[in-house]
């Protein structure tokens, strides 16, 4: 298939701490940059994202004394994963891996920079209220179906996708072009959960 005009491809978190050597590695993260290098030349319109947090976010399990790395803690919106300190805003973790590759990306999305709620989702922040604003992005471009890849399967790239269903747009994740962390079942509850959804999948070779 050739994405047409109204397609955009949205690429999550491809990120040096996401990535082998990281400080929240995904297991095989670095083998997405040659499918997503290969497929973005075919959409006019790409999105990226980055994870983007203050030094002393509440997703850190340093934050929460007496917890460990995904270890849960409640949350005033609700149940949290605490994770490593990752992605810290302006540090090197936190950069777009060197491999990537697509010069004609038109929009960065970064979040998950308010200090007490986290952001798996590029629209909706984990309190399920507060916006990032590419919704009313998408809507003014005329972007009505996005083409989801990158990291993590289970985390940023289900959240994003289910929540492009939420909003009435067209969601499609390239599976091969995302790996998963799976914690205690997240990558299997994940697919089952963008599924119910409406969430299409395809493979990166389906696309150009
Ligand atoms: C992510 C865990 C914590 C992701 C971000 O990009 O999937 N996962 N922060
Ligand atoms: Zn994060």
Redesign the pocket.
Known sequence: MAPGADAALLV??VQND?LPGGA?A?PEGDAVIPLINRIAPRFANVILTQ?WHTPDHL?FASQHPGKAPFDMAAMPYGEQ?L?PD??VMGGPGAALHADLSIPHAQLVIRK?HHRGV?S?SAFLEADRRTRTGLDGYLASRNIRHLFIA???T????AWTAIDARQLGLEATVIEDACRG?DLNGSLARAWRDMEALGVQRIRSDMVG
């Open positions: 999550v978190d996401f929240l995904v994870d997703s994963v994770w990752h992605c998950g986290d798996y990158g990291l993590a289970d985390f940023c790239v962390i």
